[in-house]
């Protein structure tokens, strides 16, 4: 566990992205922001069961002034359980590189999908990949800054 604003954060407990999200967040943002060269950003999200706040690493496009994530859990079967939370609790809280805010999370209808979808490719190739192993369809979920 970590603390931010008073606040227990419970880190991944994926080793790859906990020890991400641990030299991110104990650098301020200048270290660990890329995974294979894609940008990426730290949510720190509440637990639908648990109640207590848990961080992820996740890597993120733009629209605007909007980030944009991708739920795609490597193309499995189930969505993400960050994703799951998010229905859920959708107020979260990022560190995009040294900046730290309180976004919303709103997952984008089929229409926005499509229209941000190839430049999401384009900034990480294996999210085409990760869309043809599943039948499930991949949320993208905008994280607008209140």
Known sequence: MTEYDDKAV????????????????????????????????????????SGTWHRTVLIFGQD???????????GAADHPLWYLNLQDHPDVELRVYA????????????DEKARVWPGLVDLFAPYADYRKRTERDIPVVRLRRV
């Not at 270290?31 to 990426?40: F, L, Q, R, V, W």
């Not at 605007?64 to 490597?74: E, F, K, P, R, W």
């Open 99 to 110: 900046e730290r805010f309180a976004a919303r999370a709103e997952t984008l209808s089929s």
């Open 64 to 74: 605007g002034d909007d980030y944009l994530i991708v739920a795609s859990n490597g």
């Open 10 to 49: 419970t880190i991944s407990p994926t080793n790859w992205v906990a020890e991400q999200a641990r030299l991110y967040e104990e650098s301020g943002g200048t270290k660990g922001t890329s995974i294979n060269g894609a940008p990426c950003l730290l949510m720190d999200y509440l637990g639908r069961r």
